[in-house]
């Protein structure tokens, strides 16, 4: 064979061949993720976004300066195929993720990076139809930290419990922050033109490196992969959940001061109190959440009476 070498025994092969991926964006998380997932032995790849790679996309994306103005789409596939995947593979669709949600309910899972938060819960809406295990991964602004969400079963967690159970339902039709927080015509070329938002690249690989493990777990192994949220902070605080006065509160702060003592780096913390609650932030460490069915969700088209036995 041609090019380098590659280990094809860490997961089980004849699942990743068997599986047909499906690109939900092609962003920076997105085409790092697939970078990390540029395997030629998979059934299908399919990616979707309908924009082009802007200038000041570049500092944080796989594609390279000479895909700008051009469709992101299109260079991850051509990308994908410099990387060993054949081309009869790969599928680049340059449009709404709608047009092509019939063509692909076989696949093995969904990745989805998209920005906006109407589009992601159509997407969310197909993957609890055709229950296609969903991936979906997030940078906070100004690359303070991340989330990656893992939905193994959306027709008994979906992405909207995932959205419940964390409180995130406030969303009320505002265009989605597509810069992570920064604007980015302050950085600007001495001609300037609007150029890369420096130091984005780290989180967002970061991310995408959870995201691809993640995607491998589902897809290629028989563990029992559970719903989950995995939070990530990296030097920033993040807060992570809201704790009322406790017990709890308690056994925290002695294994927050518990770390001091083994000379570890504090990694959590508790902000000050806010109606009762206490943020409990964490630092340079990753937050798993279980998710449960939310009880509020009215996504689900099956009969989800069951659902509490998964
Ligand atoms: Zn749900």
Known sequence: ???????????????????????WGAGSVGSWAMSKL??????????????????????????????????????????????????EKVIAHV????????????????????????????????????????????????????????????????????????GNLEYSGHPADQNYGFDPTQF??????????????????IIADWMAMSVMDVVATTKKIDPTVLMIAFQDWVEVRRLRQGDIMRELSEYIALQSKLSMQRTMMFGPEENGRFPLLIRNSTFPLALERWSECTAHTHDVTSASNI
């Open 1 to 23: 064979m041609n090019g380098p070498a590659r280990f094809p025994n860490v997961y089980d092969l004849s699942k990743v061949k068997a599986s047909k991926l499906v690109f």
């Open 38 to 87: 540029a395997y030629p032995w998979w059934r299908q790849i399919v990616i979707a976004d309908p924009k082009n790679l802007k200038v000041e996309n570049i500092e944080r994306h796989w594609l390279d300066e000479s895909w700008i103005g051009k469709p992101k789409a299109i260079g991850c596939r051509e990308t994908l195929i410099e990387h060993g995947v054949p081309g």
């Open 95 to 166: 449009g709404d993720a709608e047009a092509i949600f019939e063509e692909h309910t076989d696949a093995a899972a969904a990745i989805v990076s998209v920005d906006d938060e109407d589009v992601k819960y159509r997407i969310s809406a197909w993957c609890e139809k055709h229950n296609i295990p969903m991936i979906v991964g997030s940078v906070y602004a100004q690359g303070k930290g991340g989330q990656v969400v893992t939905l193994p079963h959306p027709d008994k967690v979906c992405f909207v419990c995932a959205q419940g159970a964390l």
């Open 188 to 205: 600007r070329s001495p001609e300037g033109a609007p150029q890369a938002v420096p130091s984005l690249g780290a989180p967002v690989g």
